[in-house]
């Protein structure tokens, strides 16, 4: 009797700390870039540079987007995760990449912590999230830094 | 007279790369297809007070402003104001379906990043733009605004 009891407890503990662990994982802020480091970056060789995703929208993905940037859908999405995962499903847990959005101020961003808790859920190690304060056009495309435009 | 050629191509050039409208500008015209199917043209509400809002369903503070922009349009509508919404969502679906939940009273087209480009770049949301009865850019607001700002500007404009 002393082992059941013993076990239900056990199984109650472990059920309950995955889930904290989950549900820390799903409220942790992500790793951040700034946007110098992550221009500098964008200097090296290709071979040394990050693999860097929007997560944002395609209309404004088309108007400006980081050189070399690759356009998955809003991580708000369940469509834009979907392509997210598609994406980085092959790569090594070890790859650098950098994802960003800008739609909206940081604090109130709906697409890049999902999209970043997707990736630490994955197991990737070395990805970050681009900080952006206020949107893309003003944090980004205003301040000079280099931008591609069309799809 | 050379300054003054210098001065007219340099403002032709810079029309022709597409320079972003300013206040006191004429509006960028579009005419799109609306979610029902009708042409949204903007030239048809010239005489009228225009808000444009390019938004988004999934954005969280275009989603906090819509319901004060459902009120504003049925508060102001008798005395001239139009609210029209731009959409920058990728597919059409989520919006028609937004449109219907939160009983938007204004018309909502899809846009797109040449429309995006005219009004000087939507790099963020949202972006809304009040046009005056003349079709000229009065306001141009990045990012949330308060409803009391909207409402302020736009009985402001009603009454010229």
């Not at chain 1, 900080?131 to 205003?142: E, L």
């Not at chain 2, 004060?68 to 990728?90: C, N, P």
């Not at chain 2, 480009?117 to 009040?130: C, K, N, Q, S, T």
């Amino acid at each position: 009797m002393r082992v059941i009891v013993r076990t239900i407890l056990a199984t109650i503990c472990l059920t309950l700390m995955c889930g904290l662990s989950a549900a820390t994982a799903q409220t942790a802020e992500p790793a951040t870039i700034t946007a110098a480091d992550l221009a500098a970056m964008l200097k090296k060789p290709a071979s040394e540079r990050p693999l860097v995703i929007q997560v944002g929208f395609k209309v404004m993905f088309d108007q400006a987007h980081i050189p070399g940037s690759e356009y998955i859908g809003p991580g708000s999405d369940a469509n834009g995760i979907a392509e997210l995962q598609k994406r980085v499903g092959p790569l090594k847990r070890d790859a650098v990449i950098v994802l960003y959005c800008g739609c909206c101020p940081w604090e109130r961003c709906p697409n890049v912590r999902p999209a970043a808790a997707l990736l630490t859920s994955m197991g990737f190690t070395h990805m970050k999230v681009l900080h952006i304060a206020n949107n893309f056009g003003a944090d980004w495309v205003s301040k000079g830094y280099p931008t591609q435009k069309g799809q | 007279m050379r300054g003054l050629a210098s001065i007219v191509v340099a403002t032709a050039l810079t029309l022709a790369a597409g320079a972003p409208p300013k206040v006191g500008d004429p509006a960028p015209a579009f005419s799109l297809r609306d979610l029902s199917g009708q042409t949204l043209d903007l030239a048809s509400y010239r005489g009228k007070v225009v808000l444009i809002d390019f938004w988004a369903t999934w954005c969280v503070p275009c989603r906090e402003e819509i319901p004060h922009f459902v009120a504003l349009q049925d508060k102001y509508r008798a005395r001239g104001l139009v609210v029209i919404g731009i959409s920058m969502d990728d597919t059409e679906p989520p919006v028609r379906a937004f449109y219907q939940k939160y009983g938007m009273n204004y018309p909502v087209a899809m846009g797109d990043a040449k429309l995006a480009d005219r009004f000087g770049g939507i790099l963020g949301l949202p972006v809304a733009f009040l046009v005056d009865r003349g079709g000229r850019i009065a306001r141009r607001h990045d990012g949330q605004t308060a409803a009391a700002v909207f409402e302020k500007e736009i009985v402001a404009l009603l009454g010229k």
